[in-house]
């Protein structure tokens, strides 16, 4: 008895109504899904746009601080250059001498911006950057900071090894002048003269800051870099 009633519920069905029925419930099921991917599409990019502001800030602010770098470093490549003339056997002139030893010792770390790319770095958001060069070339910047780290670093220990000498125990040190050629000042200049152990810590400074890998080519890298990064920003 029950078999019959359900096959005449089933004849009577408007098969027509339901296959209509089960279409608008599909249908419907497939726009919810797409309105939720548009819509996760929007908020990606509404954040990668956010991200590209953040680079194009600090490439911005970067650039001149390679710009700062650049021209420390080569003042401190020109200072040691002249001090090592003296150790070569240039005249003394106690002026001179001291008006290029205490620059040259002048040590300081570039620090750039990371706050974007440890964000982005950070929350795994880096894909959501749809431009692919800008993406690798961003990793690539950031690795050319890692590099300049690295040799400033290299430099600071060369610096504590050879600079910090026991030679300074016994000359004062006199930062900011006047450098008269008097007999205390004199006596400090040829003091420091007498030692190798200092002059090497000059001949690494050369090395470190000129060398065909050495900071320079690394500061001029990553200021090209940072150049090419900041147009592709901008457009």
């Known amino acids: 008895m029950l078999l019959r009633r359900l096959a005449k519920h089933v004849e009577d069905q408007n098969w027509f109504a339901v296959g209509i029925d089960l279409a608008i419930v599909v249908i419907g099921v497939f726009i919810g899904i797409q309105v939720a991917n548009w819509n996760d599409v929007r908020v990606e990019r509404s954040i990668a746009a956010t991200y590209v502001d953040g680079f194009e800030r600090d490439l911005t602010a970067d650039l001149e601080i390679i710009e700062v770098e650049l021209a420390g470093r ?6 040691a250059k002249i001090v090592l003339e003296f150790y ?3 005249e003394l002139d106690v002026s ?22 440890d964000e982005v770095l950070n929350s795994g958001g880096l894909r959501i950057i749809e431009d692919s060069d800008l993406r690798s070339g961003l990793l690539e910047l950031y690795s050319i900071y890692d590099q300049i780290a690295d040799t400033e670093a290299h430099i600071a220990r060369d610096f504590d090894v050879y600079l910090y000498d026991p030679t ?27 030692s190798l152990t200092i002059e090497n810590g000059f001949q690494l400074i050369v090395v470190n800051i000129e060398a065909a890998d050495g900071l320079l080519y ?7 870099k940072a150049r090419q990064l900041l147009k592709k920003v901008r457009q």
């Open 74 to 79: 080569s003042a401190q490549l020109q200072n």
């Open 88 to 90: 070569r056997g240039k």
């Open 96 to 117: 001179e001498f001291f008006g290029a030893f205490y620059p040259a010792l002048a040590s300081r770390n570039m620090r750039p911006n990371r706050n974007t790319i």
């Open 168 to 194: 300074f125990e016994s000359v004062p040190i006199d930062i900011f002048g006047p450098w008269e050629d008097n007999a205390q000042n004199r006596s400090s200049a040829e003091s420091l003269l007498s």
């Open 218 to 224: 690394e500061l001029t890298l990553a200021k090209e």
